[in-house]
Structures are given as C-alpha cells and as structure tokens.
C-alpha cells in the first residue's frame, strides 16, 4: 500500500480519534504536525489546508479532511476490518452515534474544554449536564467492553470524550461508567494518547526548525 501521511495538531482531540481509527486499521502510517498554539505554524496550516483544520490524510494521491470522513475513507479501504458493524442496523447506529459526537456536545467541549496534562477535579458545569445525561444513555448501551464487542470507529470517537470527563475528574455511573472506565484502559489509546503528548509536540517543534 502507498504511504499514508496524517497530519495532526498539538491537542487536537479530532486528530487523536483519525490516528486512533488509523490504529485499528493495521495499516503503516507516518505523521506530520501542527503547533496549534503556534502564529507562525497556523499560518503555514491555512496554506495547506483548504478548510485551515487538522486532521487531514493523504494517500496514493487521495486527500481527506476532517476525521469522520478519514474514518469512512479507511472503512471503504479496509471493510473487512470491522471498523464498523458487519450488521446494517448496528452499523447505522454506529454512524448515528458518531455523527452526534461530530455536531454535538457544544456545551461539553466550551465548558470542559480538552486539555494534555494532570487531571484536575471539578464539578460538572450545570449547562452540559443534559449532555453528560445524554452520554450516560448512550454509554449505559455499549457491550461489556467495546461498544459492538470489538474495537471500532465508535469506540475511537468516544475515547477522547471518556478521557476529556477523566481529566475533570467527572466519572458517569452505572454501565456507562463500565464503558468509559474501559475505553481509558484500552492499550490503543493509551499509545495514541502518549504520542499525541510526547511526539506530536516534538514533530512540531522539529518542522518549525
């Protein structure tokens, strides 16, 4: 297969999920990265990304943007992967829920915005607790572990949401806190976490030299 090429962010929760969806996949890729809080790598950004966003995927000389269409992009590419549900209704369901966390959610990402470091402790804002509702609903649904069983574009899209509640100290009840507590352990976001932290920053740093 050609080379795969993901261009990332410093901190960029979409960019974590498309390599998390690029972990499942099995495929060889390498990165490239952006110093979002950089003026200087912003502007070099806005030249080569149409829509001025990360993440962006290259490959055999497709271009996609924005991570749910990578998701898609590598589900079409890899289909027997089980990125998502082999069952029609389950796999409506799976695009469902990820379409929602794509569009949704706005109260949650501005009050309890995303953040790399120690986790702190704090009460959940009174303007996302519908929302924090409407995740315990959709959690409190998932399989003993991963969503559908096994490891898919669900789970990838809802581990950086189960991470942003972590580092707040905010921890759902019930089966839903089962299924956040699993995705924080999953090996294959610990690993995407690690590298988003350590070697995302030093890509940065390295392209701006």
């Not at 189960?162 to 924080?184: D, S």
């Amino acid at each position: 297969m050609d080379e795969m090429v993901l261009t990332v962010g410093t901190g960029s929760t979409w960019a974590m999920r498309a390599a998390l969806v690029l972990g499942l996949t099995g495929f060889k890729w390498r990165e490239q990265a952006f110093g979002l809080k950089d003026a200087a790598a912003l502007h070099r950004l806005k030249q080569q990304a149409p829509a001025g966003l990360v993440p962006w995927l290259v490959h055999d000389g497709v271009r996609v943007h924005d991570s749910l269409a990578i998701a898609e992009y590598l589900h079409e590419l890899c289909p027997d992967r089980g990125l998502y549900p082999a069952d029609p209704a389950r796999r409506a369901l799976a695009r469902s829920l990820c379409a929602e966390l794509h569009s949704g959610f706005g109260q949650i990402r501005s009050r309890l915005p995303y953040f790399l470091g120690a986790p702190r402790k704090q009460e959940p804002p009174l303007e996302a607790l519908s929302e924090l509702a409407r995740l315990q609903v959709i959690w409190a649904q998932a399989g003993a572990s991963f969503y559908f069983g096994a490891p898919g574009i669900l789970d990838a899209f809802y581990a950086v949401m189960a991470q942003r509640l972590f580092n707040y100290g905010i921890a759902l009840p019930g089966a839903a806190g089962a299924y956040q507590q699993h995705l924080l352990a999953w090996p294959l976001w610990q690993e995407t976490l690690a590298r988003a932290g350590k070697d995302w920053p030093a890509l940065a740093a390295k392209s701006q030299g």
